[in-house]
Nanobody, 125 residues
Framework: QVQLVESGGGLVQPGGSLRLSCAASGFTLGYYAIGWFRRVSGKEREFVAAISRAGAAIAYADSVKGRSTISRDNAKNTVFLQMSSVKPEDTAVYYC??????????????????WGQGTQVTVSS
């Protein structure tokens, strides 16, 4: 069964850090680019970050650039999202997705083929 499972969400204080993991099962993660997205309650899901199959190409949304790092360990079939200096507006359900990287107007984004179930991140004191 093809599956992506996110973990690492929870309650984080403003200014703190978080590390999300996306573990793949039932397929080889290294065959896909992987992206992180998030959905704030009442809003559309938005792109956060993406990484190419071998990790050579990486893209971030402006809202997280400079305080986030996406990385992958293909041997462990896992992708990570590290975020520091978190803000209340980072509160959302975070999803990982597997797919292909596409370039539009010089910007890399992920065209997702399938998704994980999401993990809630709440930034609050």
């Amino acid at each position: 069964q093809v599956q992506l499972v996110e973990s690492g969400g929870g309650l984080v204080q403003p200014g703190g850090s978080l590390r999300l993991s996306c573990a793949a099962s039932g397929f080889t993660l290294g065959y896909y680019a992987i992206g992180w997205f998030r959905r704030v309650s009442g809003k559309e899901r938005e792109f956060v970050a993406a990484i190419s199959r071998a990790g050579a190409a990486i893209a971030y949304a402006d809202s997280v650039k400079g305080r986030s790092t996406i990385s992958r360990d293909n041997a462990k079939n896992t992708v990570f999202l590290q975020m520091s200096s978190v803000k209340p507006e980072d509160t959302a359900v975070y999803y990982c997705a597997a797919g292909d990287l596409v370039s539009a107007a010089g910007t890399l984004r992920l065209n997702p083929s399938f998704w994980g179930q999401g993990t809630q991140v709440t930034v609050s004191s």
